[in-house]
């Protein structure tokens, strides 16, 4: 794999509430991740703001905020996402059926089949284990609510899923070659686990199958995250 092709898998995840701080890091980073990562965070402290600035840069947004509501409101709030010009945005797949499919109607409808962002459902969040599951009723394992999750994503007319790089290859299997599986919960050997539980390295994530990896606090809490993205594209291109 070349160096290219390393850079454009990597999702830098922007995960801060100040404006200056992240544009320093759309500039130092931005030949070295593929897209910078919008979320909850940053969107609610500095709002559309933010996405404008790395697009000044040339860069590709994926916009996190995993919307979660009644299908309309959803519906309608992704239509705003993807008039903001992003690449990728994202719900919560257990939203529901009819959330997800009445998003990709309304898509359809504004864009008439042209190019517009990617919808990724989010299956069972990377810092979950069964307990998780079970605190809040769900009984099923976590690698088969993954699966019955992405199914109904994919069946919804939705364009991926994000879901722990342990999953992948039950995902590739359910859902096919052309679904995309965006995967964080991906830890370089230098760096701490943090919160997350389901994790692999980027190269094992890369090996799996995972077409995009979304990589947060192993870059931006680094003393040099120029350095430790540059260890990342090395560690994925070794292998
Ligand atoms: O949708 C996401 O991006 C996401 C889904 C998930 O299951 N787990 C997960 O960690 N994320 C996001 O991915 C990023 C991971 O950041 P780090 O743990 O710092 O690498 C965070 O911004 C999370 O919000």
Same mark, same amino acid.
């Given at each position: 794999?070349?160096?290219?092709?390393?850079?454009?898998?990597?999702?830098?995840?922007?995960?801060?509430?100040?404006?200056?701080?992240?544009? @320093?890091?759309?500039?130092?980073?931005?030949?070295?991740?593929?897209?910078?990562?919008?979320?909850?965070?940053?969107?609610?402290? #500095?709002?559309?703001?933010?996405?404008?600035?790395?697009?000044?840069?040339?860069?590709?947004?994926?916009?996190?905020?995993?919307?979660?509501?009644?299908?309309?409101?959803?519906?309608?709030?992704?239509?705003?996402?993807?008039?903001?010009?992003?690449?990728?945005?994202?719900?919560?797949?257990?939203?529901? @059926?009819?959330?997800?499919?009445?998003?990709?109607?309304?898509?359809?409808?504004?864009?008439?089949?042209?190019?517009?962002?990617?919808?990724?459902?989010?299956?069972?969040?990377?810092?979950?284990?069964?307990?998780?599951?079970?605190?809040?009723?769900?009984?099923?394992?976590?690698?088969?609510?993954?699966?019955?999750?992405?199914?109904?994503?994919?069946?919804?007319?939705?364009?991926?899923?994000?879901?722990?790089?342990?999953?992948?290859?039950?995902?590739?299997?359910? #859902?096919?070659?052309?679904?995309?599986?965006?995967?964080?919960?991906?830890?370089?050997?230098?760096?701490?686990?943090?919160?997350?539980?389901?994790?692999?390295?980027?190269?094992?994530?890369?090996?799996?199958?995972?077409? @995009?990896?979304?990589?947060?606090?192993?870059?931006?809490?680094?003393?040099?995250?120029?350095?430790?993205?540059?260890?990342?594209?090395?560690?994925?291109?070794?292998?």
């Amino acid at each position: 794999m070349t160096r290219d092709q390393a850079r454009e898998k990597v999702i830098f995840a922007l995960d801060s509430n100040e404006f200056a701080h992240v544009q @320093y890091w759309a500039e130092t980073l931005s030949d070295r991740v593929g897209m910078f990562k919008v979320g909850k965070q940053l969107f609610t402290a #500095c709002g559309p703001a933010t996405v404008r600035m790395i697009q000044k840069f040339g860069g590709e947004v994926f916009l996190d905020l995993k919307f979660h509501d009644i299908p309309n409101t959803v519906a309608m709030a992704s239509l705003e996402a993807a008039r903001l010009g992003v690449k990728l945005f994202n719900l919560h797949a257990l939203g529901g @059926y009819e959330m997800m499919a009445r998003t990709v109607e309304a898509l359809d409808k504004e864009f008439k089949g042209g190019e517009r962002a990617k919808v990724l459902a989010v299956t069972i969040l990377t810092s979950s284990t069964e307990e998780t599951l079970r605190q809040v009723g769900i009984e099923s394992p976590v690698e088969e609510m993954v699966v019955r999750l992405a199914t109904l994503a994919r069946k919804a007319g939705i364009d991926g899923v994000v879901a722990s790089p342990r999953e992948i290859p039950l995902i590739r299997e359910a #859902c096919g070659p052309d679904f995309l599986i965006v995967t964080p919960g991906v830890r370089p050997a230098f760096a701490a686990l943090n919160d997350q539980k389901r994790v692999m390295t980027p190269a094992e994530a890369v090996r799996a199958g995972g077409d @995009y990896l979304v990589i947060g606090r192993p870059i931006g809490d680094a003393p040099d995250p120029a350095g430790a993205a540059e260890m990342i594209l090395d560690e994925i291109m070794a292998d």
